[in-house]
């Protein structure tokens, strides 16, 4: 969410799972998302600070400028406010 970022608008997938025991650091300014690809799936984050809602910020999953390759077969099932998300064009970014 940085717009003076070389990488500003790209995305990188990685699969987390059980079997391969990989994490995922987001360092602070990107934006994250997942997709669950099974029944059910235990996902924790670690982080740098408290949680402030206020301070959330949610993009539009399926926002084409970005055209995250999402591992989803057939229309996701999407949290209330992850369908409400803003285009990256409209969204709140940092300098």
Same mark, same amino acid.
């Given at each position: 969410m940085r717009r003076s970022?070389?990488?500003f608008?790209?995305?990188?997938g990685v699969e987390l799972s059980a079997?391969?025991?990989r994490q995922l %650091?987001?360092? /602070?300014?990107?934006?994250?998302g997942f997709a669950v690809s099974s029944e059910t799936a235990e996902?924790?984050?670690k982080t740098t600070d408290y949680w402030y809602p206020e301070h959330e910020r949610?993009?539009? %999953?399926?926002? /084409?400028t970005i055209d995250v390759q999402w591992p989803?077969?057939?229309a996701p099932k999407l949290a209330a406010k992850d369908a409400e998300g803003k285009?990256?064009?409209k969204a709140d970014a940092f300098a």
């Open positions: 970022s070389p990488n608008g790209k995305w990188v079997d391969n025991k %650091w987001v360092p /602070p300014g990107f934006a994250h996902f924790l984050y949610i993009l539009l %999953w399926c926002d /084409p989803t077969m057939g285009v990256l064009a």
